[in-house]
């Protein structure tokens, strides 16, 4: 099992950018595909951005291609998540999540995750 702790969120306004981290321990996260969920109050959680073990394969929701930039540094044990262009609609807490597998391939469901960080706090003022 790997622990997963996010940071970065906060308040910032609309059209600013904040850059998400989420620290791995326990295990080596190269041994990890790695994604990024949010959930916004009164809504179900929702996929954004996956990365494969090695950062060959990046993959998002439609809503935030463009705008949101998955990347790893295995070194670091770190996912990050640069978000610009943000927008009120992009308020939600942000989690982290880990799939054991060096597959080549990306995951979007949740439930093929199976350790989860904790979330941080993203709030966009309009």
């Known amino acids: 099992q790997v622990q997963l702790v996010e940071s970065g969120g906060g308040l910032v306004q609309a059209g600013g950018s904040l850059r998400l981290s989420c620290a791995a321990s326990?295990?080596?996260?190269?041994?990890?595909?790695m994604a990024w969920f949010r959930q916004a109050p009164g809504k179900e959680r929702e996929f954004v951005a996956a990365?494969?073990?090695?950062?060959?394969?990046?993959y998002y929701t439609t809503s935030v291609e463009g705008r949101f930039t998955i990347s790893r540094d295995n070194a670091k044990n770190t996912v990050y998540l640069q978000m610009n262009s943000l927008k009120s609609d992009d308020t939600a807490v942000y989690y982290c999540?880990?799939?054991?597998?060096?597959?080549?391939?990306?995951?979007?469901?949740?439930?093929?995750?199976?350790?989860w960080g904790r979330g941080t706090q993203v709030t966009v003022s309009s």
């Open positions: 326990g295990r080596a996260l190269s041994n990890y595909a």
């Open positions: 999540a880990a799939r054991l597998t060096r597959s080549d391939r990306w995951y979007r469901g949740g439930y093929e995750y199976g350790d």
């Open positions: 990365i494969t073990w090695n950062g060959g394969s990046t």
